[in-house]
């Protein structure tokens, strides 16, 4: 993970001190990295083996997504209460989830619930009414601004959101107010090639 993460003043969730979150679904990314947390949100609809697997496979904390665009309504209420009994310290609720569905998964479970804020546009003030504990700020280049926006107005509410790929765009955001950073790890394919080109070079020394 990059080191200017360690500049984010961090969140506790549950006794973790929580920083740096490795944004990735890849069990062999998930078994050796250096982060302080998984967090693992993927476009098809969650499914409880899925969320086994990589709870099994980690070493560190996992939020699990359990929907709210793909996946809607009472399956995202028992996605979110397996997730709990499996042993995830939280769950990530996706930016489309309706207010009505997070304040039914706040009624079922006791672990932290993360919402998704997409744009500056969004009733933030209903999502914490509704049971939203942390805020996850993905909203592209304009993630700085949004949390700024939100920072502003809740100053005490944490705030994870994606740092982008560079130091220089994940200290603007810690800036902006973020607690914590997620990013995401080149692709097992991408890492496995660079090594690959390092295997070919060392043999036309040959």
Known sequence: MPEVIKEASGIDILGKHIQSIIFTTDLVLIRNNNADAIMAVYPFTAQPIITHAIISAADQPVFIGVGGGTTRGRRVVNLALDAEFQGALGVVLNSPIDNHSLKMVRQTVSIPIIVTVISPEENIEARLANGADILNVSAGPSTPHVVREIRRN????????????????????????????TYTPPSNAELMRHLMNKYRSTLTNF
């Not at 809740?154 to 607690?179: F, M, R, W």
């Open 154 to 181: 809740y100053p005490q509410v944490p705030i994870i959101a994606t740092g982008g790929p560079t130091n220089d765009s994940i200290l603007k955001t810690i800036e902006a107010g973020a607690n914590a950073i």
